[in-house]
């Protein structure tokens, strides 16, 4: 069973989403400031985050940081931020979707199965090398692991690593950007090509030497993105 935190300082949106996720079969924590919700985690790991901007205590992008500090963990952001600036700074810090209230719990589910569909999707192309390299890392396909020289594990996110996994299946193809939105993010997807810049910006910051020249996870301008042996 899947267990999702839900991280929220208002109790209806809590009781709300507690009764629709346990509807479905999800098993549901609850937390309702930035420190249980980090204590929570640590004590029982989620499968998936459901995280409010807005708490009384830490800001919702400092919690994002204290996870990501030890999990992958999916993390879905909720805010009444509609902002670029707060979307951008929560991405950045590791987060895999944006919610911006008041939202349908509809729209919620379907982000949440999106984001839990990016654990399980098989490999694509069998016969695509099982490890590559990228700059100073080994990326092993099979074992879903990144390994610096000196034998340092590169942690990523479920969707840095099937954003990668894409591109490295693939060597040398253009992949278009509609095509990376809806094989990573789904269907309902297709315009957000902001995330797209976001998480390419993330990878080269982790896998590449020189992030602003990069040599492998190239940019085609307006078309895509390709990875380069």
Request: charged share 25%; hydrophobic share 45%; proline share 5%.
């Given at each position: 069973m899947t267990?999702?935190?839900v991280v929220d300082d208002e109790p209806q949106i809590l009781r709300a989403l507690r009764i629709n996720l346990r509807?479905?079969?999800?098993?549901?924590?609850l937390a309702d400031t930035g420190t249980a919700a980090l204590k929570a985690a640590a004590a029982h790991p989620p499968d998936l985050v459901v995280l409010d901007m807005g708490l009384p205590d830490l800001d919702?992008?400092?919690?994002?940081?204290?996870?990501?500090?030890?999990?992958?963990?999916?993390?879905?952001v909720l805010s009444g931020r509609a902002g670029s600036e707060d979307k951008v700074a929560?991405?950045?810090?590791?987060?895999?979707?944006?919610?911006?209230?008041?939202?349908?719990?509809?729209?919620?589910?379907?982000?949440?199965?999106?984001?839990?569909?990016?654990?399980?999707?098989?490999?694509?192309?069998?016969?695509?090398?099982?490890?590559?390299?990228?700059?100073?890392?080994?990326?092993?396909l099979a074992d879903r692991t990144v390994t610096r020289d000196d034998g340092t594990e590169v942690k990523l996110t479920p969707t840095q690593w099937a954003m990668l996994e894409k591109l490295l299946r693939h060597p040398g193809k253009l992949i278009s950007q509609r095509q990376l939105l809806h094989e990573v993010w789904g269907p309902e997807y297709q315009q957000e090509t902001n995330y797209l810049r976001q998480y390419m910006a993330q990878l080269r910051r982790k896998l590449e030497d020189d992030p602003a020249r990069p040599r492998h996870l190239i940019t085609e301008p307006g078309m895509g993105y390709r990875y380069r042996p």
């Open positions: 267990r999702i935190l509807a479905r079969g999800y098993d549901v924590q919702g992008v400092d919690v994002i940081r204290g996870l990501r500090g030890w999990t992958a963990v999916p993390i879905i929560a991405l950045d810090a590791g987060a895999d979707d944006y919610v911006t209230k008041p939202f349908g719990v509809d729209e919620l589910l379907a982000r949440i199965r999106a984001v839990t569909r990016r654990l399980t999707v098989a490999p694509a192309d069998a016969a695509a090398p099982s490890a590559l390299r990228v700059g100073r890392h080994t990326v092993s």
